[in-house]
């Protein structure tokens, strides 16, 4: 069975920083894309960022370029985001999500996997 568990969600201050993890296991993800979506209340699951599978290309959302870097382990079974400067609209729930080819893109039909999401709330 296919689990992508995210973890490293809390409350932080305006400007403070987290770094997510996402734990993948059931199959072989290491040359899947993987990605970050965020759902904020009242408004649409929105991509964050990805990472390829095959050659690690990645790429981001604009309103999170420069503050958000998404990395994979060498073993490529747990995927994170370092999330710095962070602000008050950055808050939501984190979904990872696993693609089932090493292309990836922004569009939430390209993830087959999902995990359960981790909340992030920013304190202005």
């Known amino acids: 069975q296919v689990q992508l568990v995210e973890s490293g969600g809390g409350l932080v201050q305006a400007g403070g920083s987290l770094r997510l993890s996402c734990a993948a296991s059931?199959?072989?993800?290491?040359?899947?894309?993987m990605a970050w979506f965020r759902q904020a209340p009242g408004k649409e699951r929105e991509f964050v960022a990805n990472?390829?599978?095959?050659?690690?290309?990645?790429a981001y959302a604009d309103s999170v370029k420069g503050r958000f870097t998404i990395s994979r382990d060498s073993a490529k079974i747990t995927v994170y985001l370092q999330m710095n400067s962070l602000k008050p609209e950055d808050t939501a729930v984190y979904y990872c999500?696993?693609?089932?080819?090493?292309?990836?893109?922004?569009?939430?039909?390209?993830?087959?996997?999902w995990g359960q999401g981790t909340q992030v709330t920013v304190s202005s």
């Open positions: 990472i390829r599978g095959s050659i690690g290309s990645t």
């Open positions: 999500a696993a693609s089932r080819t090493s292309y990836g893109s922004s569009l939430r039909s390209e993830y087959a996997y």
């Open positions: 059931g199959r072989t993800f290491s040359n899947a894309a």
